[in-house]
């Protein structure tokens, strides 16, 4: 899975990386200029840029059209899948073992990830057991490269009320994830919705008293599947 370092493997190209795997989707989609730009928080002549030296670079790690947007190689993706795996176990290492609060850890695994050495990854997973998953439900990809697709669906999604189960919640809303997990609303929690309206869904952990009253713009950050 490790691929071979360059001039151009800065932190920069990381993150670049990285987040064109993410908005690619299980589909490796074409990624836009405009949404790299909005993800990254740069602006889009500074995204063009770099683009064009990641797909003039030896290393090869993206296919860049100016009209057509840009995907990930075979090397790129290897490469953003590295990364995302340190990410994934720092988060859980950070988590499990160094008692970090949730909403704190994605910042942390964020600043570290690019500079963790294979050994120390090594250890981090079989100190954890080889985890499969992270503190958010997301799948840790394996040595190889490979990373099962998950089907769950949106909360935001649902219209009807019911019983489901939750399979993840985004890393990125350190305030959501911290009034969530208030409500002991975690991966893996069986949660009852009620009341769903147009805007809004009420929240229960199966088994907690207290309700969560969520707008459905924030139910996009959490993914769910039915209960059986």
């Not at 670079?57 to 990364?83: C, H, M, Q, T």
């Not at 609060?101 to 080889?130: T, V």
């Not at 769903?196 to 952990?205: D, F, G, R, V, Y």
């Amino acid at each position: 899975m490790k691929t071979r370092r360059t001039n151009l493997n800065t932190e920069s190209v990381d993150n670049y990386l990285k987040a064109i795997f993410m908005l690619g989707g299980p589909e490796e989609d074409r990624v836009t200029s405009t949404a790299l730009a909005e993800r990254l928080g740069v602006a889009p002549a500074s995204v063009t840029n770099m683009l064009q030296k990641l797909a003039l670079s030896p290393a090869s790690f993206v296919e860049y059209e100016s009209r057509r947007g840009v995907r990930l190689s075979a090397a790129g993706r290897r490469r953003a899948l590295e990364i995302i795996r340190h990410h994934r176990l720092l988060e859980a290492f950070l988590y499990e073992v160094l008692d970090y609060p949730i909403e704190e850890i994605h910042d942390e695994a964020e600043r570290l990830e690019h500079f963790i050495s294979e050994r120390f990854e090594e250890r981090i997973a079989a100190k954890l057991g080889h985890p499969k998953f992270d503190p958010h439900g997301h799948c840790i990809p394996a040595l190889d490269g490979k990373m099962p697709k998950q089907t769950s669906r949106s909360l935001a999604d649902i219209e009807e009320d019911g019983i489901f189960i939750v399979d993840s919640v985004s890393d990125e809303n350190a305030v959501l994830l911290k009034n969530l997990k208030a409500h002991g609303i975690i991966p893996g929690i069986r949660l009852q919705v009620s009341s769903s309206t147009q805007k809004n869904l009420a929240l229960q952990a199966i088994g907690i008293s207290k309700i969560l009253h969520l707008p459905r713009s924030l139910a996009e950050t959490i993914q769910i599947r039915f209960a059986k």
